[in-house]
Nanobody, 116 residues
Framework: QVQLVESGGGLVQPGGSLKLSCAAS????????MRWYRQAPGKERELVAH????????NYADSVKGRFTISRDNAKNTVYLQMNSLKPEDTAVYYC?????????WGQGTRLTVSS
C-alpha cells in the first residue's frame, strides 16, 4: 500500500522557519522523483520544488527560490522541505508527491500558516 505522510506544518510568524517532512512507504522511493506542491485558499495547486531520484538535481518556483530547500534521504524514504524567511503568502496546505513516468502518488497534505 502506497503511503506518503507529510508532517511538520503549523503556525509560524513571518520571517520564521519550518521544516516539512514526507515519509514514503509501499514503493521503491529511490526510483521516484519527489515534489512539494502547495495550495492556498481559493487558489490552484502549484509546484513548489522538485528533486531528482538521487537528489543531484533540484528546481524551485520563483516565489520560493533562495528561501526553500528540498532534500531527500533515500535510506529513510523521506523527502524534506526546509522553509526559511517565511511570508504570509506562503500560507497553504503543502503536499508531497512521488513521480515516475505516468505514475504519481500524493500525500494528504500538511497545513502551514504564516501569521503574526
Amino acid at each position: 500500500q502506497v503511503q506518503l505522510v507529510e508532517s511538520g506544518g503549523g503556525l509560524v510568524q513571518p520571517g520564521g522557519s519550518l521544516k516539512l517532512s514526507c515519509a514514503a512507504s509501499g514503493f521503491t522511493f529511490s526510483m521516484y522523483a519527489m515534489r512539494w506542491y502547495r495550495q492556498a485558499p481559493g487558489k490552484e495547486r502549484e509546484l513548489v520544488a522538485h528533486i531528482s531520484t538521487t537528489g543531484g538535481s533540484t528546481n524551485y518556483a520563483d516565489s520560493v527560490k533562495g528561501r526553500f530547500t528540498i532534500s531527500r534521504d533515500n535510506a529513510k524514504n523521506t523527502v524534506y522541505l526546509q522553509m526559511n524567511s517565511l511570508k504570509p503568502e506562503d500560507t497553504a496546505v503543502y503536499y508531497c508527491s512521488a513521480i515516475r513516468g505516468v505514475l504519481t502518488y500524493w500525500g494528504q497534505g500538511t497545513r502551514l500558516t504564516v501569521s503574526s
